[in-house]
Every structure is written in structure tokens, then in C-alpha cells.
């Protein structure tokens, strides 16, 4: 069973910086694109932020690409983002997403994905 777990939310100022990390563990051939997605209200669609691919290239939303950097490290299994210029409209609900290779068969690779639980994003004064 794979396992992602998402840490470094909370609370910071208009115009102030803050880095999310995610893990996953488990077993797993190899980890495929991993990405933040954000929910910015209760009914809300869940909405991509950034995304990293295995060959390390990346997509950005538009309202954040001058702003957050996503990067990852395979070694230790884990994306993190940093969030620079922050404002309230980046408030929400962050996700971790991961796709990863459960296993191959000549040249098929069978995948699976999961989802961290969330973590809390507040940017107010």
C-alpha cells in the first residue's frame, strides 16, 4: 500500500514564502508525475497547481508560475513547492498528488495514483 503525506501548511502574511513537502512510502517501482492541486472553497473544484514529470519537466497554473517552484527528490521519494509572493487568493486546501508504476510486463507499465490528505494553506494578515 503506497502512502502520501503532505506537511507544511499554515498561516503566512500577504507577500510572505512557504515550502510544502510531500512523501510517499510504500511499494512502488517508480514514482511518475507528482503535482500539488488546491481547493480554494467547499465545493470547489480541486484545481492543478504544478506538476513535475519524471524527466523533471514542469507545468505551472498561470497565477502561480512567476511564483511557486515545484522540485522533487526521488532519492527520498518527495516533491516539495515553494510558494514566494503569496497572496489571500493562494488560501486553500493543498493537495499532493502521485502517480507511480506498480509494476511491468515487457514493455507495459501498470500505474496506480493516490492523494495526500491535505494540508491548510492560509495567506491573511
Known amino acids: 500500500q503506497v502512502q502520501v503525506v503532505e506537511s507544511g501548511g499554515g498561516l503566512v502574511q500577504p507577500g510572505g514564502s512557504l515550502t510544502l513537502s510531500c512523501a510517499a512510502s510504500?511499494?512502488?517501482?517508480?514514482?511518475?508525475?507528482m503535482a500539488w492541486y488546491r481547493q480554494q472553497a467547499p465545493g470547489k473544484q480541486r484545481e492543478l497547481v504544478a506538476r513535475i514529470r519524471r524527466d523533471g519537466t514542469t507545468d505551472y497554473d498561470y497565477f502561480v508560475k512567476d511564483r511557486f517552484t515545484i522540485s522533487r527528490d526521488d532519492a527520498k521519494k518527495s516533491v516539495s513547492m515553494q510558494m514566494t509572493k503569496m497572496t489571500p487568493e493562494d488560501t486553500a486546501v493543498y493537495y499532493c498528488?502521485?502517480?507511480?508504476?506498480?509494476?511491468?510486463?515487457?514493455?507495459?507499465?501498470?500505474?496506480?495514483?493516490?492523494w495526500g490528505q491535505g494540508t491548510q494553506v492560509t495567506v491573511s494578515s
Open positions: 498528488y502521485v502517480e507511480y508504476t506498480t509494476g511491468t510486463k515487457g514493455w507495459t507499465r501498470y500505474k496506480a495514483d493516490r
Open positions: 510504500g511499494t512502488f517501482v517508480e514514482l511518475n508525475d
